[in-house]
């Protein structure tokens, strides 16, 4: 599907250079001479490296969709991640890398959703947040009482958040997946 250059939004997947692009920032750019355009950050879904771009309205891109199935999380084997479609029962291999950082949220059986073009697989959704224990915690320091005072902790899965000072080890609380921040307690 073709877009003009100036309805680039963050999130959009693009054919640009012979590749496949996601839009990580975009921003309208009125300068006081000349037409305006948009000032977009692509990052490159295959080998992750990023370019910055000027796209003008009267120019045209190609817009890629992407198709999206529920899989579940069955595990991890060295730097290979294996999932099952919901539907088919299939299973394939993601390479771990291509979550990041994300990689250490995966829970047994959780489900999320592959994005994939062309049948390859190039993007792994995770649910929004996640509940995990803390497994350590720093003890409160006596007169720390500033409202935005945190601590550093430890999850489970080994990823350190920082969380407020009432927040012990053994407790359960929410993880934002996305950034990787103390969203609140869980409800048990």
């Given at each position: 599907?073709?877009?003009?250059?100036n309805e680039?939004?963050?999130?959009?997947?693009?054919?640009?250079?012979?590749?496949?692009?996601?839009?990580?920032?975009?921003?309208?750019?009125?300068?006081?001479?000349?037409?305006?355009?948009?000032?977009?950050?692509?990052?490159?879904?295959?080998?992750?490296?990023?370019?910055?771009?000027?796209?003008?309205?009267?120019?045209t891109v190609?817009?890629?969709?992407?198709?999206?199935?529920?899989?579940?999380?069955?595990?991890?084997?060295?730097?290979?991640?294996?999932?099952?479609?919901?539907?088919?029962?299939?299973?394939?291999?993601?390479?771990?890398?291509?979550?990041?950082?994300?990689?250490?949220?995966?829970?047994?059986?959780?489900?999320?959703?592959?994005?994939?073009?062309?049948?390859?697989?190039?993007?792994?959704?995770?649910?929004?947040?996640?509940?995990?224990?803390?497994?350590?915690?720093?003890?409160?320091?006596?007169?720390?009482?500033?409202?935005?005072?945190?601590?550093p902790a430890?999850?489970?899965?080994?990823?350190?958040?920082?969380?407020?000072?009432?927040?012990?080890?053994?407790?359960?609380?929410?993880?934002?997946?996305?950034?990787?921040?103390?969203?609140?307690?869980?409800?048990?």
């Amino acid at each position: 599907m073709k877009i003009n250059g100036n309805e680039i939004r963050p999130g959009n997947v693009i054919n640009h250079k012979n590749g496949l692009w996601v839009a990580v920032k975009t921003q309208a750019v009125k300068p006081g001479k000349g037409p305006a355009y948009a000032q977009v950050e692509l990052k490159n879904l295959i080998d992750g490296s990023k370019l910055n771009e000027r796209f003008r309205a009267s120019e045209t891109v190609e817009r890629v969709r992407l198709e999206q199935k529920d899989h579940q999380f069955l595990f991890a084997e060295g730097d290979m991640l294996t999932f099952m479609d919901l539907e088919s029962y299939d299973q394939i291999q993601i390479p771990q890398d291509l979550l990041e950082d994300r990689a250490a949220f995966l829970q047994d059986g959780m489900t999320v959703t592959v994005e994939s073009h062309e049948g390859r697989p190039i993007g792994v959704a995770l649910p929004d947040q996640v509940t995990l224990e803390i497994v350590e915690a720093d003890p409160v320091v006596k007169g720390q009482t500033a409202a935005s005072s945190y601590k550093p902790a430890m999850l489970e899965n080994g990823v350190r958040v920082m969380v407020p000072p009432f927040i012990e080890a053994g407790e359960k609380i929410v993880v934002d997946t996305n950034e990787i921040t103390y969203v609140r307690r869980a409800e048990s």
